[in-house]
Protein backbone atom coordinates (compact mmCIF):
# COMPACT_ATOMS: atom_id res chain seq x y z
CA UNK A 1 0.00 0.00 0.00
CA UNK A 2 1.29 3.59 -0.53
CA UNK A 3 -1.05 6.41 0.41
CA UNK A 4 -0.47 10.18 -0.91
CA UNK A 5 -1.64 12.74 -0.01
CA UNK A 6 -2.05 15.95 -2.98
CA UNK A 7 -2.84 19.85 -2.22
CA UNK A 8 -4.63 21.70 -4.29
CA UNK A 9 -3.04 23.33 -7.27
CA UNK A 10 -1.83 27.06 -6.41
CA UNK A 11 -1.00 28.28 -9.94
CA UNK A 12 -1.92 27.29 -13.36
CA UNK A 13 -0.35 24.49 -14.95
CA UNK A 14 2.21 25.43 -17.87
CA UNK A 15 4.90 23.46 -19.91
CA UNK A 16 5.48 20.88 -21.93
CA UNK A 17 5.75 16.82 -21.23
CA UNK A 18 7.14 13.88 -22.87
CA UNK A 19 4.20 11.05 -22.38
CA UNK A 20 5.72 7.92 -21.95
CA UNK A 21 4.78 4.86 -24.66
CA UNK A 22 1.55 3.96 -25.57
CA UNK A 23 0.84 0.62 -23.67
CA UNK A 24 -1.52 -1.17 -26.35
CA UNK A 25 1.17 -0.46 -28.87
CA UNK A 26 3.76 -1.79 -26.68
CA UNK A 27 2.21 -4.86 -25.86
CA UNK A 28 1.92 -5.61 -29.57
CA UNK A 29 5.48 -5.22 -30.46
CA UNK A 30 6.26 -7.54 -27.98
CA UNK A 31 3.71 -10.20 -29.61
CA UNK A 32 4.49 -9.66 -33.14
CA UNK A 33 8.39 -9.41 -32.12
CA UNK A 34 8.34 -12.53 -30.49
CA UNK A 35 6.20 -13.97 -33.02
CA UNK A 36 8.68 -12.78 -36.38
CA UNK A 37 11.87 -13.93 -37.61
CA UNK A 38 14.72 -11.56 -37.38
CA UNK A 39 15.55 -8.22 -34.90
CA UNK A 40 12.68 -6.07 -34.11
CA UNK A 41 13.79 -3.13 -32.50
CA UNK A 42 11.61 -1.63 -30.21
CA UNK A 43 11.88 2.53 -29.69
CA UNK A 44 10.08 4.49 -26.77
CA UNK A 45 8.41 1.24 -25.44
CA UNK A 46 6.53 1.47 -22.74
CA UNK A 47 8.33 -0.12 -19.59
CA UNK A 48 5.42 -0.86 -16.99
CA UNK A 49 3.87 -3.76 -15.04
CA UNK A 50 1.47 -4.19 -17.51
CA UNK A 51 3.85 -4.85 -20.84
CA UNK A 52 6.52 -6.88 -18.35
CA UNK A 53 4.09 -9.37 -18.22
CA UNK A 54 4.01 -9.44 -21.88
CA UNK A 55 7.77 -9.44 -22.15
CA UNK A 56 8.18 -12.34 -19.39
CA UNK A 57 5.42 -14.28 -21.16
CA UNK A 58 7.08 -14.76 -24.12
CA UNK A 59 10.64 -15.03 -22.90
CA UNK A 60 9.23 -18.35 -21.22
CA UNK A 61 8.32 -19.24 -24.13
CA UNK A 62 12.09 -19.24 -25.34
CA UNK A 63 12.48 -15.23 -27.06
CA UNK A 64 15.20 -13.39 -26.43
CA UNK A 65 14.66 -10.16 -25.46
CA UNK A 66 17.34 -7.13 -24.42
CA UNK A 67 15.68 -4.18 -22.50
CA UNK A 68 18.20 -1.09 -22.17
CA UNK A 69 15.61 1.54 -20.60
CA UNK A 70 13.03 2.19 -23.15
CA UNK A 71 14.74 0.65 -26.20
CA UNK A 72 13.63 -3.46 -26.78
CA UNK A 73 15.55 -5.88 -28.66
CA UNK A 74 13.69 -8.95 -29.67
CA UNK A 75 15.44 -12.01 -31.21
CA UNK A 76 12.79 -13.46 -33.00
CA UNK A 77 13.23 -17.16 -34.79
CA UNK A 78 9.37 -17.64 -35.82
CA UNK A 79 6.43 -19.57 -34.06
CA UNK A 80 7.82 -22.93 -34.28
CA UNK A 81 10.71 -22.18 -32.14
CA UNK A 82 8.50 -21.18 -29.78
CA UNK A 83 9.06 -24.10 -26.24
CA UNK A 84 6.56 -25.31 -23.75
CA UNK A 85 6.67 -23.43 -20.34
CA UNK A 86 8.06 -25.65 -18.09
CA UNK A 87 5.95 -23.33 -15.47
CA UNK A 88 2.71 -20.98 -15.52
CA UNK A 89 2.71 -18.08 -17.36
CA UNK A 90 1.53 -14.80 -15.20
CA UNK A 91 -0.32 -12.51 -16.54
CA UNK A 92 -0.35 -10.05 -13.62
CA UNK A 93 -3.06 -7.25 -13.71
CA UNK A 94 -2.72 -7.07 -17.78
CA UNK A 95 -5.86 -7.76 -19.69
CA UNK A 96 -4.49 -7.30 -22.73
CA UNK A 97 -1.84 -10.04 -22.13
CA UNK A 98 -3.88 -12.49 -21.39
CA UNK A 99 -6.52 -11.41 -23.71
CA UNK A 100 -3.86 -11.08 -26.76
CA UNK A 101 -1.44 -13.93 -25.65
CA UNK A 102 -4.34 -16.52 -25.07
CA UNK A 103 -4.72 -15.64 -28.93
CA UNK A 104 -1.19 -16.89 -29.69
CA UNK A 105 -1.09 -20.15 -27.24
CA UNK A 106 -3.90 -21.05 -28.89
CA UNK A 107 -2.38 -21.04 -31.85
CA UNK A 108 1.00 -23.21 -31.06
CA UNK A 109 1.19 -26.76 -30.90
CA UNK A 110 2.24 -26.70 -26.92
CA UNK A 111 0.60 -26.86 -23.58
CA UNK A 112 0.45 -23.76 -21.45
CA UNK A 113 -1.36 -22.80 -17.68
CA UNK A 114 -1.47 -19.18 -17.55
CA UNK A 115 -2.98 -17.04 -14.05
CA UNK A 116 -3.26 -13.80 -13.43
CA UNK A 117 -3.91 -11.25 -9.97
CA UNK A 118 -6.87 -11.25 -8.09
CA UNK A 119 -8.54 -8.70 -9.86
CA UNK A 120 -7.72 -10.10 -13.58
CA UNK A 121 -9.16 -13.75 -12.32
CA UNK A 122 -12.12 -11.70 -11.94
CA UNK A 123 -12.47 -10.42 -15.29
CA UNK A 124 -14.35 -12.46 -18.38
CA UNK A 125 -11.79 -14.62 -20.65
CA UNK A 126 -14.84 -16.74 -22.71
CA UNK A 127 -14.65 -13.43 -25.22
CA UNK A 128 -11.75 -15.20 -26.54
CA UNK A 129 -11.92 -18.34 -25.22
CA UNK A 130 -15.51 -18.78 -26.84
CA UNK A 131 -14.16 -17.93 -30.50
CA UNK A 132 -11.10 -19.49 -30.01
CA UNK A 133 -12.44 -22.72 -28.82
CA UNK A 134 -14.47 -22.66 -31.96
CA UNK A 135 -11.41 -22.32 -34.39
CA UNK A 136 -10.11 -25.75 -32.56
CA UNK A 137 -8.17 -23.98 -29.26
CA UNK A 138 -8.46 -26.45 -25.94
CA UNK A 139 -9.02 -24.67 -23.07
CA UNK A 140 -10.29 -25.54 -19.12
CA UNK A 141 -10.85 -23.48 -16.23
CA UNK A 142 -13.18 -22.07 -13.72
CA UNK A 143 -16.45 -21.68 -15.28
CA UNK A 144 -15.76 -23.54 -18.52
CA UNK A 145 -12.95 -21.61 -18.69
CA UNK A 146 -14.49 -18.28 -18.19
CA UNK A 147 -12.12 -17.00 -15.93
CA UNK A 148 -8.21 -17.63 -14.94
CA UNK A 149 -6.08 -19.75 -14.22
CA UNK A 150 -6.73 -21.22 -17.12
CA UNK A 151 -5.25 -24.49 -18.74
CA UNK A 152 -4.71 -24.55 -22.90
CA UNK A 153 -3.58 -26.83 -25.59
CA UNK A 154 -2.85 -24.98 -28.43
CA UNK A 155 -2.52 -26.15 -32.59
CA UNK A 156 -4.59 -27.52 -35.79
CA UNK A 157 -6.78 -24.04 -35.83
CA UNK A 158 -9.10 -23.40 -38.52
CA UNK A 159 -10.22 -20.14 -39.58
CA UNK A 160 -13.89 -18.61 -38.53
CA UNK A 161 -16.00 -15.89 -39.46
CA UNK A 162 -16.44 -13.71 -35.96
CA UNK A 163 -18.93 -11.12 -35.91
CA UNK A 164 -17.77 -9.09 -32.55
CA UNK A 165 -20.54 -9.60 -29.83
CA UNK A 166 -18.91 -7.22 -27.62
CA UNK A 167 -17.07 -3.50 -28.76
CA UNK A 168 -13.42 -4.92 -27.97
CA UNK A 169 -10.11 -4.48 -29.27
CA UNK A 170 -8.76 -7.30 -27.19
CA UNK A 171 -11.15 -10.04 -28.82
CA UNK A 172 -10.66 -8.76 -32.25
CA UNK A 173 -6.92 -9.08 -31.61
CA UNK A 174 -6.56 -12.61 -30.08
CA UNK A 175 -9.13 -13.64 -32.83
CA UNK A 176 -6.76 -12.04 -35.20
CA UNK A 177 -3.45 -13.53 -34.09
CA UNK A 178 -5.09 -16.70 -33.55
CA UNK A 179 -5.64 -16.39 -37.23
CA UNK A 180 -2.12 -15.83 -38.18
CA UNK A 181 -1.83 -19.85 -37.16
CA UNK A 182 -5.05 -21.43 -38.39
CA UNK A 183 -5.77 -22.54 -41.83
CA UNK A 184 -7.77 -21.04 -43.99
CA UNK A 185 -9.05 -17.41 -43.98
CA UNK A 186 -9.90 -15.97 -40.34
CA UNK A 187 -12.63 -13.16 -40.45
CA UNK A 188 -13.47 -10.85 -38.04
CA UNK A 189 -16.52 -8.12 -38.50
CA UNK A 190 -16.37 -5.30 -36.11
CA UNK A 191 -19.37 -3.08 -36.61
CA UNK A 192 -18.34 -0.08 -34.28
CA UNK A 193 -14.55 0.17 -34.56
CA UNK A 194 -11.93 -0.04 -32.08
CA UNK A 195 -8.29 0.68 -31.55
CA UNK A 196 -6.87 -0.96 -34.98
CA UNK A 197 -2.85 -1.42 -33.63
CA UNK A 198 -3.32 -4.98 -34.59
CA UNK A 199 -4.02 -4.57 -37.35
CA UNK A 200 -1.42 -1.90 -38.43
CA UNK A 201 1.35 -4.15 -36.72
CA UNK A 202 0.50 -6.87 -38.34
CA UNK A 203 0.93 -5.05 -41.53
CA UNK A 204 3.95 -3.71 -41.04
CA UNK A 205 5.49 -7.50 -40.06
CA UNK A 206 4.25 -8.38 -43.62
CA UNK A 207 1.19 -10.05 -42.72
CA UNK A 208 -1.58 -11.00 -45.02
CA UNK A 209 -3.97 -8.71 -43.47
CA UNK A 210 -7.13 -6.60 -44.76
CA UNK A 211 -9.59 -4.17 -43.64
CA UNK A 212 -12.64 -4.12 -45.80
CA UNK A 213 -15.01 -1.66 -44.19
CA UNK A 214 -14.82 -3.84 -40.28
CA UNK A 215 -14.69 -6.95 -42.27
CA UNK A 216 -10.95 -7.52 -40.81
CA UNK A 217 -9.42 -11.13 -42.71
CA UNK A 218 -5.99 -12.80 -42.11
CA UNK A 219 -4.18 -15.72 -43.00
CA UNK A 220 -1.56 -17.68 -42.25
CA UNK A 221 0.01 -17.52 -46.04
CA UNK A 222 2.71 -15.07 -45.21
CA UNK A 223 5.43 -15.31 -42.00
CA UNK A 224 6.15 -12.23 -40.02
CA UNK A 225 8.86 -10.12 -40.79
CA UNK A 226 10.85 -8.44 -38.15
CA UNK A 227 10.57 -5.01 -38.37
CA UNK A 228 10.79 -1.82 -36.23
CA UNK A 229 8.50 -0.19 -34.38
CA UNK A 230 8.38 3.37 -32.71
CA UNK A 231 5.98 3.90 -30.28
CA UNK A 232 3.68 6.87 -29.81
CA UNK A 233 3.14 8.49 -26.46
CA UNK A 234 0.29 6.85 -25.01
CA UNK A 235 -2.84 8.84 -25.51
CA UNK A 236 -4.24 7.35 -22.61
CA UNK A 237 -1.86 8.41 -19.99
CA UNK A 238 -1.71 12.12 -22.02
CA UNK A 239 -5.51 12.27 -21.10
CA UNK A 240 -4.86 12.87 -17.70
CA UNK A 241 -2.77 15.75 -18.62
CA UNK A 242 -5.30 17.03 -20.91
CA UNK A 243 -8.17 16.69 -18.02
CA UNK A 244 -5.83 18.36 -15.77
CA UNK A 245 -5.02 21.66 -18.42
CA UNK A 246 -8.67 21.99 -19.28
CA UNK A 247 -10.03 21.86 -15.58
CA UNK A 248 -7.26 23.88 -13.79
CA UNK A 249 -8.07 27.77 -14.55
CA UNK A 250 -5.42 29.68 -16.74
CA UNK A 251 -3.27 26.42 -17.96
CA UNK A 252 -1.99 25.47 -21.04
CA UNK A 253 0.27 22.40 -21.47
CA UNK A 254 1.90 20.79 -24.55
CA UNK A 255 2.24 17.17 -24.50
CA UNK A 256 4.38 15.91 -27.11
CA UNK A 257 4.76 13.08 -29.74
CA UNK A 258 1.50 11.57 -28.65
CA UNK A 259 -0.40 8.74 -30.47
CA UNK A 260 -3.37 10.22 -32.69
CA UNK A 261 -4.61 7.17 -34.07
CA UNK A 262 -8.39 7.91 -34.93
CA UNK A 263 -9.39 5.26 -33.25
CA UNK A 264 -7.91 6.36 -29.83
CA UNK A 265 -8.87 10.41 -30.07
CA UNK A 266 -12.11 10.36 -28.43
CA UNK A 267 -10.96 11.97 -25.74
CA UNK A 268 -9.94 15.31 -28.05
CA UNK A 269 -12.98 15.46 -29.54
CA UNK A 270 -14.85 15.37 -26.22
CA UNK A 271 -12.67 17.93 -24.89
CA UNK A 272 -13.29 20.46 -27.75
CA UNK A 273 -17.01 20.05 -27.70
CA UNK A 274 -16.78 20.70 -24.18
CA UNK A 275 -14.94 24.03 -24.74
CA UNK A 276 -11.45 23.34 -23.67
CA UNK A 277 -8.85 24.82 -26.41
CA UNK A 278 -6.96 22.36 -27.81
CA UNK A 279 -4.24 22.39 -30.98
CA UNK A 280 -2.40 19.76 -32.79
CA UNK A 281 1.24 20.67 -34.56
CA UNK A 282 4.31 18.37 -35.76
CA UNK A 283 2.01 15.41 -36.72
CA UNK A 284 3.59 12.44 -38.48
CA UNK A 285 3.28 9.18 -39.43
CA UNK A 286 5.10 5.70 -39.08
CA UNK A 287 4.47 2.13 -38.96
CA UNK A 288 0.57 3.24 -39.87
CA UNK A 289 0.75 5.25 -36.30
CA UNK A 290 0.24 9.29 -36.45
CA UNK A 291 1.56 11.32 -34.07
CA UNK A 292 1.74 14.75 -33.15
CA UNK A 293 1.85 17.23 -29.95
CA UNK A 294 -1.01 18.67 -28.40
CA UNK A 295 -1.73 21.69 -26.39
CA UNK A 296 -4.77 22.20 -24.15
CA UNK A 297 -5.66 25.92 -22.65
CA UNK A 298 -8.17 26.25 -19.93
CA UNK A 299 -11.32 27.55 -21.22
CA UNK A 300 -15.05 27.38 -19.53
CA UNK A 301 -16.59 23.87 -20.12
CA UNK A 302 -19.91 22.96 -21.03
CA UNK A 303 -21.50 19.79 -20.37
CA UNK A 304 -22.16 16.71 -23.73
CA UNK A 305 -23.67 13.74 -23.95
CA UNK A 306 -20.63 11.05 -24.76
CA UNK A 307 -22.20 8.02 -26.72
CA UNK A 308 -22.76 5.55 -29.48
CA UNK A 309 -19.46 5.24 -31.61
CA UNK A 310 -17.19 7.23 -30.01
CA UNK A 311 -17.33 4.94 -26.67
CA UNK A 312 -14.38 2.59 -27.62
CA UNK A 313 -12.03 5.64 -29.10
CA UNK A 314 -12.39 6.89 -25.22
CA UNK A 315 -13.05 3.78 -23.26
CA UNK A 316 -10.13 4.03 -20.73
CA UNK A 317 -10.62 7.96 -20.56
CA UNK A 318 -14.27 7.91 -19.04
CA UNK A 319 -13.12 8.32 -15.77
CA UNK A 320 -11.06 11.36 -16.34
CA UNK A 321 -13.70 12.89 -18.53
CA UNK A 322 -16.14 12.11 -15.23
CA UNK A 323 -13.57 14.40 -13.19
CA UNK A 324 -13.69 17.05 -15.82
CA UNK A 325 -17.66 17.40 -17.00
CA UNK A 326 -17.43 17.84 -12.34
CA UNK A 327 -16.29 21.17 -13.66
CA UNK A 328 -18.67 22.19 -16.91
CA UNK A 329 -21.66 23.74 -16.70
CA UNK A 330 -24.88 21.54 -16.92
CA UNK A 331 -24.91 17.56 -17.34
CA UNK A 332 -22.83 15.43 -18.96
CA UNK A 333 -24.49 12.38 -19.74
CA UNK A 334 -22.44 9.01 -20.64
CA UNK A 335 -24.14 5.91 -22.06
CA UNK A 336 -23.16 2.83 -24.17
CA UNK A 337 -20.24 2.34 -21.47
CA UNK A 338 -20.72 -0.72 -20.12
CA UNK A 339 -17.82 -2.38 -20.73
CA UNK A 340 -16.58 -0.06 -18.09
CA UNK A 341 -18.11 -2.53 -15.58
CA UNK A 342 -15.46 -5.07 -16.64
CA UNK A 343 -12.56 -3.46 -16.22
CA UNK A 344 -9.36 -3.39 -13.30
CA UNK A 345 -12.63 -2.66 -11.32
CA UNK A 346 -16.20 -1.47 -11.90
CA UNK A 347 -15.09 1.89 -13.30
CA UNK A 348 -18.47 3.16 -13.32
CA UNK A 349 -18.89 2.05 -9.30
CA UNK A 350 -15.58 3.58 -8.89
CA UNK A 351 -15.86 6.94 -10.75
CA UNK A 352 -19.17 7.14 -9.11
CA UNK A 353 -18.55 6.40 -5.28
CA UNK A 354 -15.07 8.29 -5.21
CA UNK A 355 -16.08 11.72 -7.46
CA UNK A 356 -19.47 11.84 -4.94
CA UNK A 357 -17.05 11.74 -1.76
CA UNK A 358 -14.83 14.36 -2.52
CA UNK A 359 -17.92 16.61 -3.30
CA UNK A 360 -18.95 15.89 -7.00
CA UNK A 361 -22.86 15.62 -8.39
CA UNK A 362 -22.73 12.42 -10.29
CA UNK A 363 -24.93 9.18 -10.47
CA UNK A 364 -24.49 5.62 -12.14
CA UNK A 365 -26.11 4.22 -14.46
CA UNK A 366 -26.24 0.57 -15.89
CA UNK A 367 -23.70 1.90 -18.57
CA UNK A 368 -22.53 4.90 -17.70
CA UNK A 369 -23.00 8.07 -15.47
CA UNK A 370 -24.68 11.33 -15.53
CA UNK A 371 -22.69 14.16 -14.48
CA UNK A 372 -24.05 17.66 -13.03
CA UNK A 373 -21.85 20.67 -12.90
CA UNK A 374 -20.22 22.51 -12.25
CA UNK A 375 -19.48 21.86 -8.66
CA UNK A 376 -16.88 22.53 -6.26
CA UNK A 377 -14.60 19.49 -5.40
CA UNK A 378 -14.18 19.02 -1.26
CA UNK A 379 -11.18 16.99 -1.28
CA UNK A 380 -10.73 14.36 1.77
CA UNK A 381 -10.38 10.64 1.86
CA UNK A 382 -10.50 8.78 -1.44
CA UNK A 383 -9.60 5.01 -2.53
CA UNK A 384 -8.30 3.55 -5.78
CA UNK A 385 -9.45 0.22 -5.86
CA UNK A 386 -5.96 -0.72 -7.25
CA UNK A 387 -6.74 0.51 -10.64
CA UNK A 388 -4.05 2.83 -12.31
CA UNK A 389 -6.78 4.98 -14.14
CA UNK A 390 -8.98 5.74 -10.65
CA UNK A 391 -5.85 6.45 -8.97
CA UNK A 392 -4.78 9.19 -11.64
CA UNK A 393 -7.94 10.32 -12.27
CA UNK A 394 -8.03 11.22 -8.42
CA UNK A 395 -4.44 12.88 -8.28
CA UNK A 396 -5.53 15.18 -11.36
CA UNK A 397 -8.89 15.77 -9.02
CA UNK A 398 -6.66 17.07 -6.06
CA UNK A 399 -5.54 19.61 -8.43
CA UNK A 400 -8.63 21.07 -7.99
CA UNK A 401 -9.71 20.41 -5.13
CA UNK A 402 -10.38 22.94 -1.96
CA UNK A 403 -8.64 20.74 0.84
CA UNK A 404 -5.97 18.11 0.69
CA UNK A 405 -7.30 14.89 -1.50
CA UNK A 406 -5.76 11.61 -0.03
CA UNK A 407 -5.70 8.52 -2.05
CA UNK A 408 -5.20 5.25 -0.49
CA UNK A 409 -2.97 3.03 -2.67
CA UNK A 410 -1.23 5.27 -5.66
CA UNK A 411 0.96 1.86 -6.07
CA UNK A 412 -0.95 0.67 -9.55
CA UNK A 413 -0.38 3.50 -11.37
CA UNK A 414 2.97 1.42 -11.92
CA UNK A 415 0.79 -0.35 -14.63
CA UNK A 416 0.65 2.02 -16.92
CA UNK A 417 2.59 5.22 -16.27
CA UNK A 418 5.17 4.58 -13.44
CA UNK A 419 6.46 7.96 -14.16
CA UNK A 420 3.31 9.88 -13.63
CA UNK A 421 4.27 11.70 -10.43
CA UNK A 422 7.23 13.28 -11.65
CA UNK A 423 5.57 14.61 -14.58
CA UNK A 424 2.89 16.11 -12.67
CA UNK A 425 5.22 17.76 -10.48
CA UNK A 426 7.39 19.12 -13.00
CA UNK A 427 3.67 21.17 -14.53
CA UNK A 428 2.74 22.40 -11.15
CA UNK A 429 4.70 24.82 -9.42
CA UNK A 430 3.68 24.05 -5.96
CA UNK A 431 4.84 20.23 -6.03
CA UNK A 432 6.45 20.56 -2.32
CA UNK A 433 3.34 20.25 -1.11
CA UNK A 434 3.11 16.93 -2.37
CA UNK A 435 3.08 14.44 1.17
CA UNK A 436 3.28 10.34 1.60
O1 LIG B 1 -6.49 -3.80 -27.00
C1 LIG B 1 -6.03 -3.06 -26.10
O2 LIG B 1 -4.81 -2.80 -26.00
C2 LIG B 1 -6.98 -2.48 -25.13
C3 LIG B 1 -8.32 -2.50 -25.40
C4 LIG B 1 -9.34 -1.99 -24.49
O3 LIG B 1 -9.95 -3.09 -23.84
P1 LIG B 1 -11.16 -3.91 -24.52
O4 LIG B 1 -10.69 -4.50 -25.76
O5 LIG B 1 -11.53 -4.95 -23.49
O6 LIG B 1 -12.25 -2.90 -24.73
C5 LIG B 1 -8.75 -1.06 -23.44
O7 LIG B 1 -9.70 -0.82 -22.43
C6 LIG B 1 -7.49 -1.61 -22.84
O8 LIG B 1 -6.94 -0.68 -21.96
C7 LIG B 1 -6.44 -1.88 -23.89
C1 LIG C 1 -8.33 -1.68 -19.16
C2 LIG C 1 -7.02 -1.48 -19.20
O1 LIG C 1 -6.06 -2.43 -19.48
P1 LIG C 1 -6.16 -4.01 -19.55
O2 LIG C 1 -7.50 -4.42 -20.10
O3 LIG C 1 -5.03 -4.41 -20.43
O4 LIG C 1 -5.95 -4.54 -18.14
C3 LIG C 1 -6.48 -0.12 -19.01
O5 LIG C 1 -5.25 0.04 -19.15
O6 LIG C 1 -7.22 0.82 -18.68
Known amino acids: MKELTLAPAQSPISGKLQIPGDKSISHRAIILGSLATGTTTVTDFLRSEDTRRTVEGFRQLGVKIEEND ?11 TLNEPSNPIYFGNSGTTARLMLGVLAGLPIFTSVYGDPHLTQRPMDRVVGPLSEMGGKFDGRNNGNYLPLAVRGGNLKGIQYKLPVKSAQVKSAVLLGGLFAEGTTEVIEEIPSRNHTENML ?27 IVPGD ?26 NHSRTGIIDVLSEMGAQI ?12 F ?8 PLNGVVIEGEIIPRLIDEIPVLALVATQAKGNTVIRDAEE ?6 DRIAATVEELTSIGAKIEGTDDGMVIKGSSDLTGGQTKAYNDHRIAMMLAVASLIAKQNVVIDDVSSIDISYPNFFWDLRKIISNHSTFAT
Do not use: C, W
Open 70 to 80: SLLKIYGNGPT
Open 203 to 229: RAFGADIADNDGHIRITNERALMATDV
Open 235 to 260: ISSAAFFMAAAAIVPESKLTLLRVGL
Open 279 to 290: SITNQQTVGGET
Open 292 to 299: GDITVAHR
Open 340 to 345: LRLKET
